[in-house]
């Protein structure tokens, strides 16, 4: 499992969103961006889905994932 508490672009609350972790500043869970993806969505599609999250946000997730992995 990943440690999103690391990640700047994300935030967890208990009280929002049933206590998912969210792209910062939204109330988007980080999960919406790797169940597009893994149904074949780009990353500029998500975008135009969720308009709350920046590209910024996107590819710091995207990176804090890779990096999990690659120090698991």
Known sequence: ML???TC???EW???RVSG???FKG????VKALFENLEEGATIDEFLAWFP????DQALAVLNHA???LISA
Do not use: C, F, Y
């Open 26 to 29: 939204t109330r988007i869970p």
């Open 8 to 10: 700047p672009v994300v």
């Open 3 to 5: 440690d999103w508490s």
């Open 52 to 55: 709350g999250v920046t590209r």
């Open 13 to 15: 609350n208990p009280q």
């Open 20 to 22: 998912a972790w969210l």
């Open 66 to 68: 890779e990096k999990s």
